[in-house]
């Protein structure tokens, strides 16, 4: 691979170098959890420590890249639930949360009795607020979680068709996919639900409605926003009734058509909770040759005895969407991307600036940087120039005061990005 720099974007405040790495077309690829013997996070996973299974066909994998930790958005489902599962949800959700020490990359909305998605611990919204989000934040989770919970409750439960139902919960978890695709990177959706039915009978015109295509398209949405859905049935023993199993089954269908998990009810709430947050932390970017030009299921396994498989055991195969949006997302992000390691520098020269960017070499190999300059002034307009080398120099305006550079491997669909400060002192 041949890792180049393709533009630099300036807006009012920022200046952003976006590129990518030269890599090969035609890859399927995916996410999943690995951890050591003592279930840690694994270190130095290659692609001769996994094999990926397709149609009963065992294959090496093209690439295996360790990816940085992965935001997770957790949704404690009220809409969904009974009164008696509500208490329990809360508690061990709380109680998880507080006993976790990293939970600076974690979020927690409430989908309440009127179907609407409420921020507990939420996405920042400006620079300011992704400043203060930064720190573990879980020991806090039971009283913001009651504190939010008082002001839900002002919101009545309603009653609604299945049909409403479903249409509801679909589009909250949509808008929680969107929320997350502003962050650079993979993200993960942890849906703590009873789920909604798949399908029902109408009794009244003694027809079967399916929800299978609205399922499928949610999967896509959430894929194209980079998302994987980790679905965590509640421990409440259901009867096997036909909304039931069928509710149950959208909850493990959501999760392998985005490459997740399915968590189920007898694992425990805090349990899960527990591990997907961890795992977000162990994740590896799988790709390999696909055989099959659909979407079927593939299956990764570990070579030998040294590593373990966590999540997930078999996979949708979603793929990371388009480039250019995955790219757009980490220049507008208020986060710096981790997937692939960047160092920068910038060093003022007169009236020019000095940028030095570097590709982490175990993410990117080595090669020659070349960059294309794209300068968005204050009124908008752009410039651009061509086969600047990496190590340039640029003009920067006054109210330019931060540099980020952002990097795509086009092989894995990973991103990475890092932002500096433009100390101006004096010249």
Request: overall charge positive.
């Amino acid at each position: 691979m041949r890792p180049f720099i393709t533009g630099i974007v300036a807006a009012v405040g920022l200046v952003a170098m976006v590129g990518q790495v030269a890599g090969a077309d035609g890859i399927r690829r995916f996410n999943v959890a690995v951890m050591d013997s003592a279930g840690r996070a694994a270190e130095g996973v290659t692609a001769a420590d996994l094999v990926v299974t397709e149609g009963g066909r065992a294959q090496r994998p093209v690439f295996v890249r360790r990816s940085g930790v992965q935001p997770v958005l957790v949704v404690l489902d009220l809409f969904n639930t009974t009164l008696g599962e509500r208490g329990a949800l809360v508690k061990e959700t709380a109680e998880a949360l507080a006993a976790m020490r990293e939970t600076d990359r974690v979020y927690l909305y409430v989908l309440d009795l009127a179907g609407k998605l409420d921020a507990v611990h939420g996405l920042p919204v400006s620079e300011a607020e992704a400043a203060q989000a930064q720190g573990a934040w879980g020991r806090e989770a039971g009283s913001l979680i009651e504190r939010r919970l008082r002001e839900v409750s002002r919101s009545r439960e309603v009653n609604l068709t299945t049909g409403e139902r479903v249409k509801s919960t679909y589009a909250a978890l949509e808008r929680a996919g969107s929320m997350l695709a502003a962050l650079p990177g993979n993200k993960r959706l942890a849906w703590m639900s009873r789920g909604v039915p798949l399908g029902y009978r109408e009794k009244s015109r003694a027809t079967e409605i399916d929800y299978g295509k609205a399922l499928d398209g949610l999967s896509r949405t959430l894929g194209e926003c980079g998302v994987s859905v980790a679905t965590i049935d509640l421990p409440v023993v259901r009867g096997a009734t036909p909304d039931g199993l069928s509710s149950r089954e959208t909850l493990r269908q959501l999760a392998a058509g985005t490459g997740g998990r399915y968590f189920e009810g007898g694992y425990g709430i805090g349990r899960a909770l527990t591990g997907l947050i961890r795992e977000a932390g162990a994740s590896y970017t799988v790709g390999y040759r696909s055989a099959s030009k659909g979407h079927g299921a593939v299956a990764v396994t570990a070579a030998g005895a040294r590593w373990q498989i966590v999540a997930p055991a078999s996979i949708g195969g979603v793929g990371r969407g388009d480039g250019r949006v995955l790219v757009d997302g980490a220049v507008a992000s208020f986060y710096d991307a981790t997937e692939i390691g960047v160092a920068v520098e910038a060093v003022r020269v007169g009236e020019r600036w000095r940028v030095q960017a570097r590709v982490d070499g175990r993410d990117a190999g080595h090669g020659e940087l070349e960059t294309r300059l794209v300068m968005l002034q204050g009124d908008g307009k752009r410039t651009v120039a061509d086969g600047i080398a990496m190590s340039g120099e640029y003009p920067f305006a006054e109210n330019v005061r931060r540099v980020r550079v952002v990097v795509r491997d086009v092989q894995s669909g990973e991103i990475g990005s890092k932002t500096v400060e433009l100390e101006r002192g004096a010249r």
